[in-house]
C-alpha cells in the first residue's frame, strides 16, 4: 500500500468517523448519562437523512441542517413519550418508533427509497465554493465535519454541567432520589432524548450530503455501530472528566470506523461487515471484564498447580 493511499484510508476513515461520532455522542447521553437504550437510533438516523436531503433538494442548504435536527427531537420526544407518559418499556418504545419511522422516511422522500443530490447544492458545496483557492480548498468535507463535532461536543460538555444537565446525569445514577429532590424524572428522560435524537439526526444529514445521496438502509446497522465506538471510546478514557469521556467518544468512532474501512480495503465481502461490527462490541465489552477476571484465574491456575505438585 503506497503513502497516498493510506493517507486517502485515513482521511475516509476520519471523515466517516466525525459524522457517526455525532451518534456516538447522542447514545452517550442516552445510554451512559441517561441510562436509556434508545433502539430508535437507526430510524431517526435515516430520518434527519431524509429530511435533510430534501430540504437541501428545495433549495435551503442551510436551513437542511436545524430542519433535520428538529425532527431528530421529534422522534426523541415521541420516543421519550411513550416510556414516560404511556408505560411503554424504553426497549419495546425504541423498537416501535423505528418501525414507524420506515414508514415516515418514505413517505418523507416521496414515496421513494433513493433520493439523488447530484445536482444539489449543499452545505459541503458551499463549503467548497467558500474555501476555493485557500489551503483548505481540497479538504471542505472535513472542514466542515470538524466544525459541526466541536460544536457539538461543546454544547454537550456544556449542557452536562448545567443544572439541567447535571439533573438528566442523576436521573441515569438514581431515578428514585431525584423524584425526592423534586425533580421531574420523565421530564429530564424526554429533555435527554430530544437532545440525543437531534444529534443523531445531525450525523444523518450530514452523512447524506457528504455522500450526496440518500436510500432508505442509511441508517441500517447505526446503533451497533455507536454502541461499538462508545466502548471503545470508554476504553480508552473510562472513568475521566467530562470532556475527556467526551473526547473519547470521538476517538472510538474514528478508530471503528478505521479498522471498517482497512477491512474493506482488503476486499472484506460486504455481508461480513456486520459481523465485523458485531466482534468489535463483544471485544469492546469482554475486554475490560477480562482484565479484571485475569489476577482471578491466575491465582485459580495457582492454586491447581499447587495441588498437583502435592
Keep these: 500500500m503506497s503513502l497516498s493511499s493510506a493517507l486517502g484510508l485515513v482521511q475516509t476513515a476520519l471523515e466517516l468517523g466525525l459524522i457517526s461520532s455525532l451518534t456516538v455522542l447522542a447514545l ?125 461536543a461543546v454544547i454537550l460538555g456544556l449542557f452536562l454541567r448545567t443544572r439541567l444537565g447535571l439533573a438528566i446525569r442523576a436521573t441515569g445514577n438514581n431515578p428514585d432520589m431525584v423524584r425526592s429532590s423534586s425533580i421531574n424524572p420523565a421530564f429530564t428522560t424526554i429533555v435527554g432524548l430530544c ?38 471510546g470508554n476504553v480508552f478514557m473510562g472513568r475521566r472528566k467530562m470532556p475527556l469521556r467526551i473526547f473519547g467518544m470521538v476517538i472510538g468512532a474514528f478508530v471503528f470506523r478505521l479498522v471498517y474501512t482497512v477491512a474493506l480495503r482488503f476486499n472484506m465481502p460486504a455481508f461480513m461487515l456486520k459481523l465485523v461490527s458485531s466482534v468489535i462490541v463483544v471485544a469492546a465489552i469482554s475486554i475490560p471484564y477480562l482484565k479484571e477476571q485475569l489476577p482471578l484465574y491466575k491465582r485459580k491456575l495457582a492454586q491447581r498447580n499447587g495441588r498437583r505438585a502435592a
Design 195 to 232: 437532545v440525543a435524537n437531534s444529534f443523531t439526526a445531525l450525523s444523518g444529514c450530514l452523512l447524506a450530503q457528504s455522500q450526496k445521496s440518500v436510500n432508505i438502509d442509511i441508517g441500517s446497522g447505526m446503533v451497533t455501530i455507536a454502541l461499538a465506538s462508545l466502548l471503545i
Design 28 to 152: 452517550f447521553l442516552s445510554y451512559s448519562m441517561l441510562n436509556v437504550c434508545d433502539l430508535s437510533t437507526d430510524g431517526c438516523f435515516t430520518l434527519g437523512a431524509v429530511v435533510g436531503a430534501a430540504v437541501a433538494i428545495s433549495g435551503h442548504p442551510y436551513l437542511s441542517v436545524p430542519a433535520a435536527m428538529l425532527s431528530g427531537v421529534a422522534s426523541g420526544f415521541i420516543t421519550a413519550i411513550l416510556q414516560t407518559k404511556m408505560g411503554v418499556n424504553s426497549l419495546l418504545s425504541g423498537i416501535i418508533v423505528n418501525t414507524a419511522l420506515y414508514s415516515v422516511n418514505i413517505g418523507v422522500m416521496g414515496g421513494s427509497s433513493i433520493l439523488n443530490m447530484n445536482k444539489t447544492e449543499t452545505v459541503f458545496t458551499r463549503a467548497k465554493d467558500m474555501l476555493s483557492g485557500g489551503i483548505l480548498g481540497s479538504q471542505y468535507k472535513l472542514f466542515v465535519i470538524v466544525i459541526a463535532v466541536l460544536a457539538i
